[in-house]
C-alpha cells in the first residue's frame, strides 16, 4: 500500500539523494516532481494530473484566444465604428474642456465626501450635461445603455487654483472669484482660496456620460513623446474625446457647450491677452491673461466732447456696413488712435473702458521684450481676431525708432568680465520699418483697433502717426476745474446697500450737501497742476469722509506743490548737472582730439624730415662714390689712399671735400 503522507521515507527518498543533489537542470527537477506526484493526486484526491495539466493549458489558450479576439474586434471597431476629435494643450480649449469636466464633477467618485477646499459646480445633477460613471454594476449598464467598457474613474492627476498655470503652463487667471460658493462667510474679506482640481492622468482611459445624447465618452489624454520634457515645463499633451458610431454630432455638441461655457465666462467682463513665446521656446502666441469687470465708459475722467466723438468713432468704425464702405473704396479696414499726455492722466484706462464699452478684447504688446523681432511681431499682428484692441503702450519709450534701422547692433568682448556702465545698451530687435509695417503692411490683420499711448508724442516719428496709421489724436491733460468736480462726485456716490456693507458713517453727506462739499473741493484744487490720478490718490485717502477730504485740500495741496517744486528742483539741477557733464566730456574730447591731431601732424613732419635728410646724404655718398671712383682710375696709389680717406670720412662726421679731382678730407 502507497504512503498516503508525501513526508514519509519512501517519498522523500526519491526525492533526496545524490540524484536530486546531482541534477540542477529545472526541467529534471519537474519531472521528477511530477513523477513522485502524479500517483500521490490519484491516490489521495482521485485527479489525473495529466488531465489537470490538459485543463490548465486549454484555460491558457482559452485566456489568450479571448483577449486577441478581443483586441481585433476593440481594434476593428475604433478604426471603422469610433469617432474621434483631437484636442492640443496649445489650445485654449483643451483647459477649457479639462475645466468643463472638473466643474461637472466628473472626476469625483461616487462616495467622496465634500470637503471644504473641494470645488463642487452650482448646477444640480439633473442640470449637469455629463455624468461620472461610478459604482455601476452590469445590469444598471444594460439598463441604462451604458458601455459596457465603461469603468469608473481610479487614476487621477490633482492641481491647485487651475488647470492653466501650473498644470499645461497657461498663464490663465482663474475667474470664479465671484462664485458665491468661494467666499467665506466669516471673513468675507478673504476671498482667494485654494481649490483642488482633477484631470485624468495621462494613458488611462476615462469615461463619463454625455446626457443629451447618452453617448459613453471615452477621454484618453496622452504626453506627445517630439517635445522634450524639462524641469520646469510640461510636455504637449494631446485630449482625445471618442464615442462608438459614426456620427461627430454628440461630440461637436459637447465642444460647442463648452465654448459656449467659455463666452458666458466673459459676459460682463474684459478680457486682456498679452504676447508670449509659446511652449517650449515655440512661436509667438497670444495667451489669455486675466479679465476684470466691465468698466463704465462715465468713470473716465475726460473731457465730453472727446470722449463722445472717439466713442462715435468707434461705434460707426464696428458697424458692419463699414467694412464694406472701406472695401468698396479699396481702403484698408483699419483705425488707430493716439493718447498722449502726462502721466496718470488715464490714457490706457480709457483704452480699458472702451473695450468694454463695445465688447473688445484687449491684446497688449510690449516691443521691448527680448525675443521680439520683425518677424515675430508681424506673426502677433496676423493672428488678431478680426474684431480688437490692440494695445502699445509708452510707444515713445520702447526705442523703435528710424534711427534704430541703421544702428549697429553692439557686442560685447567676451573676454570682458566686467560691466561697462558706459558701452552703449543694445538695440532694439523690432526695426522702425518692421513696425510700420506690421500696422499697416499688406499682411497686417484689418479690423482692428488700435491704440498707442505715450506721454511724449514729440517724441514720436511723423511716419509713425501720421493719417492712415494713426486716425484721430486724444490729448490728455492735468485735472482742470470739471475733471477735478467729477472726480470727487464719482468717488464719493455710493448707494445705501454699499455704505452699510462697507460701513460707513451714519452721518454721510446726502446728495444735496455732496454737490456743495464738491464745488468747494473743486475751487480749492488749483487746475492744470495735478494729474486725475494724484487727485484721485488724495480723495481715496478719504474715502468715507468726504468732510474731511475737503477740509484737508488746502494742506495736501501745498505739501503736493512743494513736493513737485522739489522735484522739479532737483530734475532741473540732475538736467544742468548732465549738461556740464556733457559740456566736459565734449570738451575733453575736443582736446583729446586736437592734442591727438597735433601729435600726429609732429610726427608726421618729423618723418618727412628725416626722409629728406636720408635721401639728401644718401645722394652726397653716392656723388663722393663717384669721385673716388674717378680718382682711383687717374692717379693710381694716390687714389687708394683718397678711397681709405673717403672711408675713414664716411665713417666720421667729418665733410670730405674735393679738390682738382682728388679727395681730401
Known sequence: MADPYPSSPSFMGGLSGGALIGSMSITTIANKVLEKAAPLLKSTLGIDLNVLIALFILGVMINSAWFHI?????????????????????????????????????FVTEGDAPTPTKRFSKKSDSESTVMAISGVGLLHKIRTGMALYATS????????????????????????????????????????????????????????????TGHTVTALRMESSNGQAVYWRRPRETLSLSIMGRNTAPLKSLLQEVCDRENRKDDGRTTVYKASQGQDGGGPEWTRCFSRAVRDINTVILGEEQKDALCADISEYLLPATSKWYANRGLPYRRGYLLYGPPGTGKTSLTVALAGQFGLMVYSLSLSVAWMNDDTLAHLFSRLPRKCIVLLEDIDACGVTRDTDSAVPVTADPKDTKPNPTAPTAIPRVSFSGLLNAIDGVASKEGRVLMMTTNHR???????????????????????????????????????????????????????????????????????????????????????????????????????????????????????????????????????????????????KEAKEKE??????????????????????????????????????????????????????
Not at 185 to 203: F, L, M, S, W
Not at 616 to 638: H, I, P, Q, Y
Request: glycine letters at 4%.
Open 70 to 106: 478581443q483586441s481585433i474586434i476593440f481594434s476593428y471597431l475604433q478604426s471603422y465604428y469610433t469617432c474621434t476629435i483631437r484636442i492640443t494643450s496649445e489650445d485654449a480649449m483643451f483647459a477649457a474642456v479639462m475645466e468643463f469636466l472638473d466643474e461637472n464633477k466628473v
Open 153 to 212: 474613474t481610479r487614476n487621477l492627476d490633482a492641481n491647485i487654483d487651475s488647470f492653466g498655470k501650473d498644470m499645461w503652463d497657461f498663464a490663465v487667471e482663474s475667474d470664479s472669484d465671484d462664485d458665491d460658493d468661494d467666499i467665506d462667510h466669516e471673513r468675507p474679506y478673504i476671498r482667494n482660496r485654494k481649490k483642488v482640481k482633477y484631470a485624468p492622468t495621462p494613458a488611462y482611459a476615462h469615461y463619463f456620460i454625455y446626457k443629451p
Open 458 to 604: 514729440e517724441r514720436l516719428d511723423e511716419a509713425l502717426i501720421r493719417p492712415g496709421r494713426i486716425d484721430m489724436q486724444i490729448e490728455f491733460s492735468h485735472a482742470g476745474r470739471g475733471v477735478i468736480h467729477g472726480l470727487f462726485v464719482a468717488l464719493y456716490t455710493v448707494d445705501a446697500v454699499d455704505r452699510g456693507i462697507l460701513k460707513f458713517p451714519e452721518d454721510f453727506p446726502h446728495d444735496d450737501e455732496m454737490a456743495k462739499l464738491a464745488d468747494a473741493f473743486a475751487a480749492k484744487v488749483p487746475v492744470d497742476i495735478f494729474s486725475p490720478a494724484q487727485v484721485q490718490g488724495y480723495l481715496l485717502r478719504h474715502k468715507k469722509d468726504p468732510r474731511t477730504a475737503v477740509a484737508k485740500v488746502g494742506d495736501w495741496v501745498v505739501e503736493a506743490m512743494a513736493e513737485k517744486a522739489k522735484k522739479e528742483e532737483k530734475e532741473r539741477l540732475e538736467k544742468i548737472a548732465k549738461e556740464k557733464k556733457e559740456k566736459e566730456e565734449k570738451e575733453a574730447k575736443e582736446k583729446e582730439e586736437k592734442d591727438e591731431t597735433e601729435k600726429k601732424e609732429k610726427e608726421e
Open 612 to 665: 629728406e635728410k636720408a635721401s639728401k646724404d644718401a645722394e652726397d655718398l653716392a656723388r663722393l662714390l663717384a669721385l673716388a671712383t674717378k680718382s682711383l682710375v687717374t692717379n693710381g696709389v694716390n687714389g687708394v689712399s683718397g678711397v681709405k680717406s673717403l672711408m675713414e670720412v664716411v665713417e666720421t662726421p667729418i665733410v670730405p671735400v674735393v679738390t682738382n679731382g682728388a679727395v681730401v678730407a
